[in-house]
């Protein structure tokens, strides 16, 4: 069965700094990992997803994450946030070979952006 | 396209009464999922359907029914409301399983 960590249940930030959101995830065969936004009342968007090929994944708004294998981690990163990069982030995994996979949610990280 | 619709937005229930959500999307996807939100708890997948006539039980299954009797259509039931069913409930579709699912922007139901 596939599970994922996400280390930080909240990290607050001021504007322009930088920012990783951890994700870890166990599986013990191939997977496709994803980092989704969920904004205030809002459902979830999907930011970027990583399938096979280059390790870093660039994605919406400024975002990118690197698919590490040895450490089984997919962390996501931004150089510089906004007040408006504030909301909930969820990293998913799937077990693509497996008959019925599905997308598996980490418990989110609530980004917050102060000035 | 308006991607993954789900009706209503928010409903107060009282305890042991019944109601439908339901959820529509027009990408022509095959694969539709419930989900339920809770704080602290992330996502949890309670039923979902791998096509037309089909649906399948998550992880958190239990006082929920649901129906997919149209491809675009993805029912969930509550035969007998609880309070501990008080949630936010999103709806999902995706091309096929393990791969990137559209989310709605959910339903808020409090059961008194």
């Known amino acids: 069965a596939q599970s994922v960590t996400q280390l930080d249940s909240q990290v607050p930030v001021f504007e322009e700094a930088p920012v990783e959101l951890r994700c870890n995830y166990s599986?013990?065969?191939?997977?496709?990992l994803f980092w989704y936004v969920q904004y205030p009342n809002q459902g979830l968007q999907l930011l970027l997803k990583?399938?096979?090929?280059?390790?870093l994944v660039k994605g919406i708004n400024g975002f990118e994450a690197e698919f590490n294998k040895s450490q089984t981690s997919f962390h996501l990163r931004k150089p510089s946030v906004h007040i408006s990069d504030t909301a909930e982030y969820f990293c998913?995994?799937?077990?693509?070979?497996?008959?019925?996979?599905?997308?598996?949610f980490g418990e989110g990280t609530q980004l917050t952006v102060n000035p | 396209n308006a991607g993954v619709t789900q009706t209503p937005k928010f409903r107060v229930l009282k305890t042991g009464q019944s109601m439908t959500l339901l959820c529509a999307q027009d990408m022509n996807h095959e694969y539709m999922y419930w989900y339920r939100q809770d704080p602290g708890m992330g996502l949890r997948l309670i039923h979902y359907s791998v096509g037309e006539g089909t649906t399948a039980k998550g992880e958190v299954p239990d006082g929920y029914n649901v129906s997919r009797l149209k491809k675009q259509n993805f029912l969930l039931g509550l035969e007998s409301a609880a309070p501990s069913q008080t949630s936010v409930y999103f709806c999902a579709s995706s091309y096929n399983q393990g791969y990137e699912q559209y989310f709605g922007p959910g339903t808020r139901l409090t059961v008194t």
């Open positions: 599986s013990s065969v191939s997977v496709y």
């Open positions: 990583y399938l096979s090929g280059s390790t």
């Open positions: 998913a995994v799937s077990d693509h070979y497996t008959s019925g996979s599905r997308l598996t």
